[in-house]
């Protein structure tokens, strides 16, 4: 037997003698934020905190987020549902009126299917939403995408009601 | 002092954590063959005093038991326990009905260290088929009984064991929109958890190095997708591919100096390229504006095989390294065909085949184009070889949750690896480990 494989059966093996290496955790990233349910269309009143005057950008974000924050798609289809024109019509007009700031588009696919398939069904989703954008006036560079497949679901479930919440781009913000 | 006891405390600590993960793969045999070779695998004697520091016999007629290919006699059943060749009464194991026997023994050899020898018998006309001497320190009493399985194995089925090789997997735990993604890697018996890496962020498409000593995978960690490579016996980790978009499905090339992934650029166009670890240099592989992913190279380095869905569904195409503009279509049955792997003689891929509504695993002959289904689930993924070309292992669903499962090519031997909490999935098998030539002899005259 090889010293090497050894070495290895030792590290992998937690063996007795001598402190293991740590796994690589990999530093925290800002789960926050991600989807909340506030970014699910009806948004929550967030001025109840007393004295907390919305700002006119601000205002006019939760005007764009209150008519929705998530474009869903039909099963291996990202073609944009007319329903769903509004909401990029409003992002649109936001990013139009505020152009220094960006928003991330992150596109999501139900379970079913190879998962670097959906890496690549995700990614086409969320370039369908940034064209959409880009054709109302949004320039590239307020634009970022990122396809996260199948890995982030919104919801856990293999039924119907569960891929229909998942296949989906969701539009987020970032201070 | 106090560093020491706090670098003990330490150790402990993870030792807890990793004796506790130790215990989440538990294997179930749910298809056997049903002319399993009947074999008795004895207790092997312990030549000191004590207790032996391992059961050989127990970790061999285990692995033996899971390829589906033996039935080991129940230990209960044997009534004497011979430890050497001269001490078997044939007539007895004939009258128990296995057809061959393994004897053997354990002794210490030198500090730290335990050798094992062993003999293997054919029952029926009392001829040694062979007999080896192992030795391995503590840390690889269970690498050198897996050795003893593969060597058993290889001289009764003719093909080369698998046991001494690995899985590596990903774990998730929790609930959307808090879940935790690890890296794992494990012996093939599910024993030897190791924490490769763990985020918050998904982890996804991990990819063994031809000579088993990295592995890379896919990390969201930055919030975006990039390629790392962590060399398993230093944990060092380098990112080789950031770029804008997508950067997935790495597969290393056969001589380990490439990897084939797949980008989408700026463009948004998903194709699949060629990176060369040493020079960065880039080439483009495929060409098409619909989604090209999934790339899994030829054993001689020669061509790509990977996903496409240029013509409607997902297909497998290929394509000469050469010639990268004339890629050719490889799979015809079935509307959809996704993540081609090549097995280890490279006459046949397995993919995930949509068979009447349901993901399975299917194996597709290169020569007549036959499609195979193997598996019965409803939504099994991501098969990987094992290294002797014997065996998938895949991810499938099991009560809601995702769990292992392998499957002989000939799809008559299945088992399930069920994790004790969250799911598993995106299993990939290790190439063989370097031959250990030195610490083995065989024994005896033939």
């Known amino acids: 037997m090889r010293i090497t494989q050894l070495l290895l059966i030792v590290v992998s093996g937690l063996a007795l003698a001598g402190c293991p290496k740590k796994p690589t955790t990999i530093a925290e990233g800002q789960t926050q934020e991600g989807p909340t349910g506030a ?54 007009k936001y990013l139009n009126g505020n152009p220094n700031r960006r928003v991330r588009l992150e596109g999501h696919t139900d379970e079913r299917g190879s998962r670097e398939y959906n890496i690549g069904l995700g ?31 919104a919801v856990l479930g293999s039924d119907e009601s569960a891929y229909a919440k998942n296949r989906r781009v969701e539009f987020v913000y970032s201070r | ?21 130790r215990a989440q ?46 039935a080991p006699l129940d230990r209960k059943d044997m009534i004497e326990r011979p430890t050497r060749g001269e001490q078997i009464r044939f007539q007895d194991w004939r009258y128990l009905r296995s057809d061959f026997i393994v004897v053997g023994r ?13 003999e293997l018998y054919n029952v029926l006309t009392g001829q040694r088929l062979t007999g ?33 090789t690995r899985i590596a997997f990903i ?40 000579d088993g000593q990295s592995i890379a995978y896919v990390s969201f960690e930055d919030k975006t997708s990039a390629i790392y490579v962590q060399t398993l016996r230093t944990g060092e980790r380098r990112r080789v591919s950031a770029r804008a978009g997508i950067n997935g499905a790495p597969a290393w090339s056969p001589d380990g100096r490439k990897l084939a992934l797949t980008l989408s650029r700026k463009d948004g166009d998903v194709d699949v390229y060629i990176l060369d670890l040493a020079t960065q240099v880039l080439t483009r592989m495929s060409f098409d504006p619909g989604i090209d992913t999934e790339p899994a190279w030829s054993p001689d380095g020669r061509k790509l095989y990977f996903m496409s869905d240029r013509a409607g569904g997902p297909q497998i195409y290929e394509v000469d390294i050469d010639q990268p503009n004339r890629a050719r279509r490889v799979t015809f049955e079935g509307s959809y065909n996704a993540r081609p792997r090549v097995s280890p003689d490279g006459k046949q891929l397995a993919v995930v085949h949509l068979d009447r509504g349901n993901f399975r695993i299917a194996t597709v002959d290169l020569a007549t184009k036959a499609v195979r289904v193997l598996t019965q689930g409803r939504q099994d993924e991501s098969p990987s070889f094992a290294p002797n070309g014997a065996t998938l292992i895949y991810a499938t669903q099991d009560r809601g ?3 292992l499962a392998t499957v002989s090519i000939d799809g008559r031997v299945q088992q399930k690896l069920t994790a004790s909490s969250g799911d598993v999935r995106e299993p990939a098998w290790s190439p063989f480990p370097p031959e250990p030539a030195a610490r083995t002899a065989r024994t005896g005259a033939e």
Request: net charge negative; glycine share 8%; with cysteine.
């Open chain 2, 171 to 210: 774990s998730v735990e929790g609930t959307p929109p808090q879940q935790r993604y690890k890296l794992i890697v494990a012996d093939a018996d599910g024993e030897n958890q190791q924490v490769i890496a763990s985020s918050s962020e998904p982890l996804m498409s991990p990819a063994w190095s031809p």
């Open chain 2, 106 to 118: 354990l002794m210490p050899d030198g500090p730290d260290r335990y050798a094992t020898e062993f």
């Open chain 2, 1 to 21: 002092m106090i560093k020491s006891v706090y670098r003990a405390v330490v150790c402990a600590l993870l030792v807890l954590v990793a004796t506790d993960v």
């Open chain 2, 25 to 70: 793969l538990v294997i179930e045999i749910t298809r056997g063959q049903e002319d399993a070779i009947p074999i008795a695998i004895v207790p092997f004697g312990w030549e000191s005093t004590g207790t032996a520091p391992i059961d050989v016999a127990e970790i061999v007629a285990a692995d033996l038991q899971r390829s589906g290919r033996f």
């Open chain 2, 132 to 164: 080896h001497r192992l030795s391995a320190s503590t840390g690889s009493l269970r690498a050198m009984a897996h050795r003893v399985a593969d060597i058993v194995f290889e001289q009764l089925t003719g093909i080369r064991g698998a046991f001494s």
């Open chain 1, 123 to 153: 990614e086409r989703r969320a370039q369908a939403v940034r064209r959409a954008l880009m054709l109302q006036g949004v320039t590239e560079a307020q634009i970022t995408t990122v396809s996260y497949g199948e890995e982030r679901p």
């Open chain 2, 401 to 403: 949750r995702g769990v």
């Open chain 1, 39 to 92: 970014e699910t269309g009806t948004s929550l009143d967030s001025g109840d905190v007393s004295g907390s005057a919305l700002s006119a950008e601000e205002a006019a974000l939760e005007e764009a987020r209150r008519v929705g924050t998530i474009i869903y798609f039909d099963y291996d289809r990202a073609e944009i549902k007319p329903e769903y024109v509004p909401i990029i019509a409003a992002h649109a």
